[in-house]
């Protein structure tokens, strides 16, 4: 079975229009009458006229089986109502099984997409009077979680659009529970069912009586409809057949019974669309976002309104001034990756249903004193996988920012106690890099130098000292390393390579006697010279993210961590000193790595850390944790660093935690996320990006993760010639791409930095629709650096098109 894979428009808009109401059809089961209530639903809306006159369309996206049985000439039939089958298999069998003997078998996108077109040309073609609406249903085959032609559930396949839906439940017997947990698969799914519809005959079951009470509990409107008249002595296809048929629709279609159901569908499309135009206005009520100026929102239309989100695209609202269709949403790339966090894709049915399991097994449980099955799993496969002989301890919090603020308080009481100092009443400061920022919290924003995040927070003191250092990046087509300006003498001058994994090949590269001494002497100054007491080096591996992606030399990084495991900070106090005799003990202060950004393959790896071939005492892990879906954190630590909290007296304790600390479902959601990436590695679309930075002569890389050598290559999933071709442009001062993360810097004549207002027509440029053939990106920006970050599952043919459209955009702007 070839399934096709390549096609030019990689996304869908939700299916919400002004003028048409698209409603999908779901059943319980097959044979549970969709196609008899999809007639009765077209019949119904095809007869209305006052006071507004319906069009009505029926949709089957795939059908099986033979001509003479298909279920659009049946619609056609009876309801009167224009039909298409989009695609159709012979075979009277489950779609992915009739699917086998075709040459061609669309892929889900492919099935969406001609969905999605021939839904908008039904938009479109709609007359434009005021009282004219259209009707579209879309009847889909067999059970919610029927495989489609590819194989993938068909709630999976359609739930890019998001079409609101009605569930035929199963009046036969066992169609209570079939019904129930139809509707909690779409639930799961974030499909919101407008009704849910029930055939009875007078059967003794009773199906429509039960599921009325129990989905009404639910607020979930049900309607019971006589099922078709007795049949029995009528040949199928005759002329006495067809006239029972007729009257039975003709007559039902009027009753109540479907009138509700369609007063239900209306009523439900008109408060989706009165909330969705009233969410920008009120949101200037009710919301105070982050890292927004809100004295510069003036505008309502300035905030996005997200309808939902699937796979690596939001969907928008439509504002009055970028309207192009009758379509109320668009669809545009996350670029961000929902500010980083996003890794298997929104909606992931395989996390979402991890949630649901964890939530229903647990709910939250209180962890100290505790254990449950996902926590303790998850810290010892991220031990296992860390492949850090130092780490063994595993501590949970709630998001990066605690999680690092955790791995501070754990090196400066390991450092205080080595060194028998009081940092209670004396200043113990910690060693870090310019631009480096860890967090919002109080005390790991005190871990940075001052800057645009930190220099009005009131209580910030800022107790440090924050190394310059030598960056990485792309200059017109070739790979650089250059000191900071000013500073050749001590870091060197700038030097070019013949690919980035030359830069990554340490080995051939150090030692670095020139960084080793800068380094050196400095801390000479600072300890020797002025008596600065430090506890800790803290530093984000390779990419320092909030402070603009910067893109650091990691022979620079890997000589800071040398330097300051065989500095002389001060002298050990003797029997104060925990770390003799220890196998991962410390040397010089612990060191602390922030992976909360770059870990977990953002950057291409499990640990970011590892392309520096050295292992830190304590680790920070968050964001891609979860894949995106909540909330978690993990700080990991050695065990000379845990000894460093044992003692007689509760005092001595890590005396830190939340109320939601391991919470069961962010673990097990973990877990699961784990699991997902660890298949990622070996996957076709991960393949396909490394090949695109295969080099002509493979450069030994060091993997500080297995501790061996291996002929691996640094990749990325934006495309070598793409990231070439940008870094060309006139108005680009450099580029940096690596795992997901590309990073764009422009020129800024005035200056760079977060202040720098360079990268926001580009910004603006991305997220309008100026072609069909384009796709809408929504992006973030850092000053005069705008980046894309591509989430884990993105396929090559999608971010084919990102490319193309931020190169097209790159032109038309700048």
């Known amino acids: 079975m070839r399934i096709e894979r390549t096609m030019a428009r990689v996304s869908v808009s939700g299916g919400l229009w002004q003028k048409l109401i698209a409603v999908q059809i779901y059943g319980a089961n097959t044979g549970v009458g969709k196609t008899v209530f999809s007639t009765l639903l077209g019949a119904h809306f095809g007869a209305r006229s006052s006071p507004t006159k319906w069009t009505v369309r029926y949709i089957k996206p795939v059908s099986t089986g033979p001509a003479d049985e298909a279920d659009d000439d049946y619609v056609r039939r009876y309801s009167g109502s224009p039909v298409s089958t989009l695609f159709k298999f012979n075979d009277a069998v489950s779609p992915h099984v009739a699917a086998r003997g075709a040459s061609h078998v669309p892929s889900d ?92 005959n007078q059967s003794r079951y009773e199906n429509a009586v039960y599921l009325k009470q129990y989905f009404e509990e639910r607020s979930i409107s049900t309607f019971d409809i006589p099922w078709i008249p007795d049949l029995d002595g009528l040949i199928p296809g005759t002329r006495e057949e067809e006239a029972v048929m007729r009257q039975y629709y003709d007559a039902r279609s009027r009753e109540k019974h479907v009138s509700e159901v369609a007063r239900c569908i209306i009523d439900r499309h008109a408060t989706r669309m009165g909330n969705l135009e009233s969410m920008a206005s009120r949101t200037k009520q009710a919301i105070w976002h982050p890292f927004t100026q809100h004295k510069h929102v003036t505008n309502a239309e300035d905030v ?25 949403l668009f669809p545009a790339l996350d670029g961000s990756a929902s500010w980083w966090t996003q890794g298997y894709g929104h909606g992931n049915p395989q996390l979402s249903l991890a949630a649901a399991y964890a939530a229903g097994r647990y709910g ?45 308080k754990m090196a400066l009481r390991a450092a205080c106690k080595h060194y028998d100092w009081d940092g209670s009443n004396e200043e113990v400061g910690v060693l870090g890099l310019k631009a480096s920022y860890h967090g919002d919290t109080i005390g790991a924003m005190d871990a940075s130098e001052p800057c645009v995040f930190n220099e009005k927070v009131d209580w910030y003191r800022g107790r440090g000292f924050w190394f310059d250092y030598p960056t990485y990046k792309m200059v017109k087509g070739r790979w650089v390393v250059e000191p900071p300006e000013g500073m050749e003498e001590d870091l060197g001058p700038v030097k070019h390579f013949d690919s980035q ?32 007491k430090f506890g800790a080096l803290i530093m984000e591996p390779i990419v320092l993210g909030a402070g603009g992606m910067i893109f650091v030399d990691p022979l620079f990084q890997q000589s800071l961590l040398r330097v300051v ?16 005799g220890n196998e991962d003990a410390w040397s010089g202060i612990p060191v602390v790595f922030d992976e909360v950004f770059t870990g977990l393959y953002r950057l291409g790896r499990f640990s970011s850390g590892s392309f520096l071939g050295v292992h830190p005492d304590i680790s920070v892990h968050a964001k891609l944790l979860t ?41 097990q959601v973990a877990n699961v996320s784990l699991e997902i990436a660890k298949k990622m590695q070996k996957s076709e679309e991960w393949s396909t990006f490394r090949k695109q930075w295969e080099m002509r002569h493979r450069v030994h890389v060091k993997d500080g993760c297995t501790g061996g050598r291996e002929e691996k ?17 006139r108005r680009v001062a450099h580029v940096n791409a690596l795992g997901s993360v590309l990073a764009v810097s422009l020129v800024d004549s005035a200056g760079c930095g977060y202040n720098s207002s360079a990268s926001v027509g580009l910004r603006d440029a991305l997220l309008k629709l100026t072609s069909e053939d384009q796709i809408r990106i929504h992006s973030r920006i850092l000053g005069n650096v705008i980046y894309l970050m591509a989430s884990m599952t993105a396929k090559p043919t999608h971010l084919k098109a990102v490319e193309e459209t931020f190169v097209s955009r790159l032109k038309e702007v700048l």
Not at 308 to 314: E, H, I, P, Q
Not at 375 to 392: G, I, Q, S, V
Not at 501 to 514: H, T, Y
Request: charged share 20%; hydrophobic share 40%; with cysteine.
């Open 501 to 532: 994994d030359e830069i990554f090949n340490l080995d051939a590269r150090s030692p670095s006697l020139r960084y080793e001494t800068y380094i050196v002497q400095t801390l000479d100054k600072l300890v020797k010279e002025r008596g600065a």
């Open 713 to 729: 290559g640094l990749w990325s999933m934006w495309s070598q010639d793409f990231v070439i071709e940008v870094s060309k442009h």
């Open 109 to 200: 996108d492919h099935l969406n997409q001609e969905l999605a077109k021939c839904l908008q040309q039904g938009a479109g073609s709609l007359p434009l009077e005021q009282a004219d609406m259209g009707l579209a249903i879309v009847e889909t085959a067999g059970g919610v979680l029927s495989p489609g032609p590819s194989g993938t559930p068909q709630a999976d396949i359609f739930r890019a659009l998001r079409l609101p839906a009605v569930l035929v439940g199963d009046h036969r017997l066992g169609g209570i529970a079939a019904t129930i947990s139809a509707a909690e698969s779409l639930a799961i799914r974030g499909y919101d069912i407008d009704a849910v519809v029930c055939f009875e």
């Open 304 to 328: 996005l309104v997200f309808d939902s989100a699937y796979g690596d695209y939001f969907q928008v609202k439509e504002t009055s001034s970028s309207k192009h269709s009758d379509s109320a």
């Open 565 to 580: 495991r065989r500095y002389d900070f001060g002298p050990a106090q003797g029997a104060k000193s925990t770390l003799k």
């Open 364 to 408: 939250h449980v209180m962890f100290a004193g505790a254990i449950h099955q996902p926590a303790l799993e998850l810290a010892e496969t991220m031990l296992k996988r860390l492949d850090n002989p130092r780490l063994n301890k595993v501590f949970y919090t709630d998001n990066g920012s605690t999680a690092t603020e955790v791995g501070i």
């Open 627 to 667: 894949g995106g879906l909540l909330p978690l954190s993990i700080t990991t630590a050695s065990d000379s660093i845990f000894q460093a909290f044992w003692g007689d007296e509760k005092s001595e304790a890590l005396l830190h935690g939340h109320s939601y600390t391991a919470h069961a479902v962010g673990c």
